[in-house]
């Protein structure tokens, strides 16, 4: 079993600096050469974590060495990283917000850099990869990037709107054929989930095909949609 003392036994790994694989003399050596173990004493320092934060900030290289030190992300190089910012032309993929690379200790910066994986869940390679804010990155976790967009749209017009969702109700919702066109729709999705075609949970959606803004919907066309779809057809409520 490897251990201290059992020399040559560890798997190859790619060195934390660098990225070039190496072969380790211990569990805990992730530096392959002396100029990475130099360069990596320069990234960290051996002093206080204020003077570390101080040779970081402000250097793009260090910040995004930084960012690749752990395991899973070994297969992006900061030099890689830099290319993506200046691509990006140094702003957050998401936002346009211009992005940081400063450290504070006790302070969260939300508009320092962050690596967001495009496809929720993927591998993080550089095709999968996208530089945005920490804060947005946070915020969206593990949810798809469409959905995130599109809760935050919804956020947007919200503030914008202000909306009242009470006189809504009353001057709309709450008319009878309101409440019919509703109990329509509610039996098409009991339909649809006893024919198997959607399920709970599934982010899907039955829509009406060239529904009239009025009247029945019981003799009309309905097929399966995914739900972002589905609500971008929606017209608004007048």
């Known amino acids: ?36 173990k130099m360069e990596w004493k320069q990234i960290i320092g051996n002093s206080s974590t204020e003077a570390q934060y101080n040779k970081i900030s402000g250097n793009w290289l260090r910040y995004f060495s930084r960012l690749i030190g752990r395991k899973h992300r070994k297969k992006i190089s900061r030099e890689e990283l830099v290319n993506l910012l200046e691509k990006q032309g140094g702003r957050c993929a998401l936002s346009g917000v211009k992005l940081t690379c400063r450290l504070e200790r006790g302070v969260k910066l939300n508009t320092n850099a962050s690596i967001d994986r495009i ?3 993927g591998d ?5 990869i996208q530089l945005v804010c920490s804060a947005l990155n946070k915020w969206r ?11 935050c749209e919804k956020v947007s017009d919200m503030a914008k709107e202000k909306r009242d ?22 039996a098409a999705r009991k339909k649809a989930m006893d024919n198997g075609t959607v399920q709970k949970g599934d982010d899907k959606e039955v829509h009406h095909v060239n529904a009239p803004r009025t009247g029945s919907l019981e003799n009309v066309k309905t097929r399966v949609v995914p739900k972002t779809e589905n609500r971008k057809r929606q017209p608004k409520r007048s």
């Open 1 to 36: 079993m490897p251990g201290w003392n059992h020399y040559g036994s560890f798997k190859p790994k790619p060195c934390t600096v660098c990225g070039g694989e190496f072969k380790p003399k211990s569990g805990g050596n992730k530096l392959c050469s002396s100029k990475c």
């Open 119 to 121: 496809v929720a869940g």
């Open 124 to 128: 993080y390679v550089i095709e999968n």
């Open 141 to 151: 976790g593990e949810t798809p990037l469409e959905e995130f967009i599109n809760w």
């Open 165 to 186: 969702f009470g006189k809504e109700y009353r001057e709309y919702h709450a008319k009878p054929e309101q409440k019919k066109r509703r109990a329509e729709r509610n």
